[in-house]
């Protein structure tokens, strides 16, 4: 057989990790707290049902529909992204600078295409979301991992590591950070662009969590504070519509834009208009403000629930995030617990059958770095399930604590 590009040998480690998160995300044996899928009930299915009956008409969008589109995504749904998502976030954009993608994980992708030669430095927060760590080492990257606190990346430690290595890119997570749930503070996100800016590096905001805010304040978007350029924002709709309609924009600046054109007529020529269209009837119809409520209320509970049984259940020296977003906290265990190890056992045993993220896999750094901890996801799981799991898993774990 042929051999494999250099790529899928450097990707390698993240690529296992992605593989074990997805194993066991359906298996309904399985309390999973390791997908980072939204809750089925955050799904407006009979509103789409009646969106798609209404547009799938050939005196309608029908035609439109199901024929080729732009490759920069529909007008009207960049639209609704300029007006309804970033203005209101303080982000002032412009339609022609908006790009339609295929979920949020197709902005790294392709910014990657204008910027990544094999061998680049590409910063990353410790922990980081390891699907984009994925993707940077599928174009042979270099990650270097840059240290974070409870408000998130410290831009001391950015700053001297942009001098040491040199990077083409900066990689964030701002807003309910995956895999942490932790938000960078304000006045982080205005001197990271700051950095960005004086040191000529690309800073790629990744904010997909960013709109199911449920306590809190709201803050301004590094994109906010960009005066030169350097940042580059990237969404999804897929955790405030439907992961299923692989939908995901990128905000750049005319330079990047003319660029990003060209990467996507080359990757897939444009987004799913179908996909497209319902979403953007979704927000014109003014049916997102009640959606939107329904959803951080939603997760608000589960949320609660999940932070309290951590509190009740699990060992008295757990270490714990306390988002005010988003789909996940994150647990640091005492004891020496091995979080991957422990893993096996509590998928496995059938008096616990239950499921997380281990913590080392979102690290980039050797010598085991996470070992103890674990990304727990509640978007998913009812708040009975939430207990019951908790429970389980608590229980497990006191009987490893040294």
């Known amino acids: 057989m042929s051999k494999f590009a250099q790529r899928m040998t450097t990707m390698e480690k993240s690529a296992t990790v992605i593989r074990n998160l997805f194993s066991t995300m359906n298996d309904p044996e399985i309390i999973s707290f390791g997908g980072g899928a939204p809750a089925k009930e955050a799904l407006p299915i009979d509103l789409v049902r009646e969106i798609t009956n209404e547009v799938m008409r050939t005196d309608k969008r029908g035609v439109e529909a199901l024929q080729y589109g732009s490759v920069m995504g529909l007008p009207d749904l960049r639209e609704v992204i300029v007006n309804d998502l970033l203005l209101p976030k303080g982000v002032k954009g412009n339609v022609d600078n908006v790009l339609i993608t295929n979920g949020g994980l197709e902005p790294m992708n392709l910014v990657c295409q204008l910027y990544i030669d094999p061998g680049d430095v590409i910063l990353v927060e410790s922990p980081t979301f390891v699907q984009a760590v994925e993707i940077f080492e599928m174009f042979q990257a ?16 950015l700053e001297a590591k942009i001098i040491k290595y040199k990077p083409k890119m900066v990689y964030v997570i701002p807003t309910f950070q995956n895999p942490t749930g932790r938000t960078l503070s304000l006045d982080r996100r205005q001197k990271i662009a700051e950095l960005g800016s004086e040191y000529d ?10 709109d199911i805010r449920y306590s809190g304040r709201d803050l301004l978007p ?60 979704f927000f014109k119809r003014g049916y ?45 265990l005492p ?14 045993n059938p008096d616990v059958k239950v499921s997380y993220v281990a913590g080392e896999g979102f690290f980039t750094e050797e010598g085991g770095m996470g070992r103890n901890c674990m990304r727990i996801s509640f978007g998913g799981v009812t708040p009975e399930k939430i207990r019951i799991g908790a429970e389980k898993l608590g229980n497990l774990i006191c009987t490893k604590v040294k």
């Open 142 to 157: 270099r990650c270097i991992a840059v240290e974070m606190d409870d408000n998130g990346m410290i831009p001391e430690d």
């Open 201 to 210: 590096v690309i800073i790629l905001e990744d904010d997909p969590y960013r």
């Open 222 to 281: 590094i994109k906010a504070f960009d005066e030169t350029g350097h940042t580059i924002l990237a969404n999804s709709f897929s955790k405030i519509f439907s992961p299923g309609s692989r939908l995901g924009y990128i905000l750049a600046s005319d330079e990047v834009t003319a660029k990003l054109f060209d990467a996507k007529t080359a990757t897939n020529s444009h987004t799913s208009t179908l996909s497209q269209i319902i979403c953007a009837e």
């Open 288 to 332: 997102y403000p009640a959606h939107h409520k329904k959803i951080c209320d939603l997760y608000r509970e589960r949320r609660d629930v999940m932070i309290e049984c951590i509190d009740k259940f699990f060992p008295k020296e757990t270490k714990r995030i306390f988002p005010d977003g988003g789909l996940f906290t994150w647990a640091e």
């Open 335 to 348: 004891g020496g617990i091995n979080t991957t190890e422990l893993l096996v056992e509590s998928t496995m």
